[in-house]
T-cell receptor, first 113, second 111 residues
Framework: EAQVTQNPRYLITVTGKKLTVTCSQN?????MSWYRQDPGLGLRQIYY???????DKGDVPEGYKVSRKEKRNFPLILESPSPNQTSLYFC????????????FGPGTRLTVT | QKEVEQNSGPLSVPEGAIASLNCTYS??????FFWYRQYSGKSPELIMS????GDKEDGRFTAQLNKASQYVSLLIRDSQPSDSATYLC???????????FGTGTRLKVLA
């Protein structure tokens, strides 16, 4: 089944404890993105990647890191999480044939206390 | 700051009616426009994309784009209770993969 997977789906952590949210797609898509969704603010793009080793900042990259060492994986790293990073996170991917038509993962709900 | 504006709703329509969802955007350089549907607790799902002025129809859905007015809309004909969801408008610029999303309009279709 073609899909985007994220792990973990739910995470509660404490301020300052480094964490990684994984994203993997099995559709051989070139483009991948990370978003956060907050009430009243909608979906905001954190980082995106056009291909392996090619990444760029979205609208809200502060406090996040990404890497794209393999085509299928695009992990989101929070080096020192803070409570304002409590949010619902989505990973998305799209193929080069339709780069603007994104497929979203199921989401990761992160709570930082 | 580039913005995409949507009325948060809820927009309530009776079953079988036409639901009209609207979106305005601030960046005149925006080139691609998208409508996503998001059910409560689920991830967004792309339902329409439109790239040029005019109408684009797909089944019960019609997207309308007016770049001069910086306005994009989504019409849902013969609305069904299963259409009840939040509809997100998204735009991006030419040859860029940076997306700006609106905050979404919640649609309720009443049986």
């Amino acid at each position: 089944e073609a899909q985007v997977t994220q792990n973990p789906r739910y995470l509660i952590t404490v301020t300052g404890k480094k964490l990684t949210v994984t994203c993997s797609q099995n559709m051989n898509h070139e483009y991948m993105s990370w978003y956060r969704q907050d009430p009243g603010l909608g979906l905001r793009q954190i980082y995106y990647s056009m291909n392996v080793e090619v990444t760029d900042k979205g609208d809200v990259p502060e406090g996040y890191k990404v890497s794209r060492k393999e085509k299928r994986n695009f992990p989101l790293i929070l080096e020192s999480p803070s409570p304002n990073q409590t949010s619902l996170y989505f990973c998305a991917s799209s193929p080069s044939t339709s780069p603007y038509e994104q497929y979203f993962g199921p989401g990761t709900r992160l709570t930082v206390t | 700051q580039k913005e995409v504006e949507q009325n948060s709703g809820p927009l309530s329509v009776p079953e079988g009616a036409i639901a009209s969802l609207n979106c305005t955007y601030s960046d005149r350089g925006s080139q691609s426009f998208f409508w996503y549907r998001q059910y409560s607790g689920k991830s967004p799902e792309l339902i329409m994309s439109i790239y040029s002025n005019g109408d684009k129809e797909d089944g019960r859905f019609t997207a309308q784009l007016n770049k001069a007015s910086q306005y994009v809309s989504l019409l849902i004909r013969d609305s069904q209770p299963s259409d009840s969801a939040t509809y997100l408008c998204a735009v991006n610029g030419e040859r860029t993969y940076k997306y700006i999303f609106g905050t979404g309009t919640r649609l309720k279709v009443l049986a």
